[in-house]
């Protein structure tokens, strides 16, 4: 009985090796940066992104002329103020300059949430063109060589053409 136990157990581990040595993995991989470069829709979502940029920067750069000349105004007649208005007007400084740190700061979290939301349609695309080329192909598993982490590959498919195809890009 242990004996045909044991054959029992040896056959059953044959099986499953032999079945699991016929299932070949399959390798691939896409340069992501090339692929955003050449996406439909980045470039009006860039511009959309830049005319942000430019919109935030213009009111940041106005809150700093206003700031530079008071200071300027301050610093001209700094000598000829009594110690309740140097200090008011010090106040008034300092106020501003906190306003525009704290804008600059809420500018910069606009322009991450911008960026996400301009270019998040744009990468779900890609992403879905990639998981659909791995699937029609038989790829077990694509690399992202822009990303600089995989140090060796075996050698595997790119699949740059056949992403570009199925998103119906030259």
Do not use: C, W
């Amino acid at each position: 009985m242990k004996k045909t136990l044991a054959l029992f157990f040896v056959a059953m581990f044959a099986i499953g090796t032999s079945a699991f040595a016929q299932k070949a993995m399959k390798f691939g991989h896409i340069n992501s940066t090339d692929l955003m470069q050449i996406m439909p829709g980045r470039d009006s979502a860039q511009t959309a992104f830049q005319a942000e940029v430019t919109e935030l920067e213009g009111a940041l750069t106005a809150m700093q002329e206003e700031l530079q000349k008071k200071y300027s105004e301050y610093q001209e007649r700094r000598d000829q103020m009594t110690d309740l208005i140097r200090s008011t007007k010090e106040q008034e400084l300092n106020d501003l300059s906190q306003r525009i740190q704290t804008y600059q700061q809420n500018a910069q979290q606009k322009l991450d949430e911008k960026q996400k939301e301009l270019l998040q349609p744009i990468i779900d695309r890609a992403k879905q063109a990639i998981a659909d080329v791995a699937k029609e192909n038989g790829y077990s598993y694509i690399f992202d060589t822009s990303a600089g982490t995989l140090l060796y590959q075996p050698d595997s498919d790119d699949i740059m053409p056949l992403v570009k195809k199925k998103l119906g890009l030259k």
